[in-house]
């Protein structure tokens, strides 16, 4: 994951610190409702590190995107716990 250029996979990863099928298909709906500009080639989809890091507020250090999937742990935490 060195590259400017991103699949949805490496996104994923970048901004949950996972790629299941979960992080994926929320990384796809976050593109999509932001209206993030992507690009295509034959069936993969890449994204722009620097358009994501815009996006969710992340600045270009080591560890970036661990403050969005930090915010996003205790939610579902709760969820677990709840039932």
């Not at 796809?28 to 507020?57: E, H, M, P």
Request: net charge negative.
């Amino acid at each position: 994951m060195d590259g400017n250029l991103l699949t949805l996979h490496e996104a994923a990863a970048y901004l949950f610190g996972e790629d299941t099928d979960a992080t994926y298909k929320r990384t796809w709906r976050l593109i999509k409702s932001n209206d993030v500009q992507t690009i295509s080639s034959g069936k993969k989809i890449y994204v722009a590190r620097a358009v994501l890091d815009d996006v969710c507020g992340i600045s270009g250090v080591p560890g970036a995107g661990q403050s969005l999937r930090d915010s996003a742990w205790p939610i579902r935490d709760q969820e677990s716990n709840s039932g």
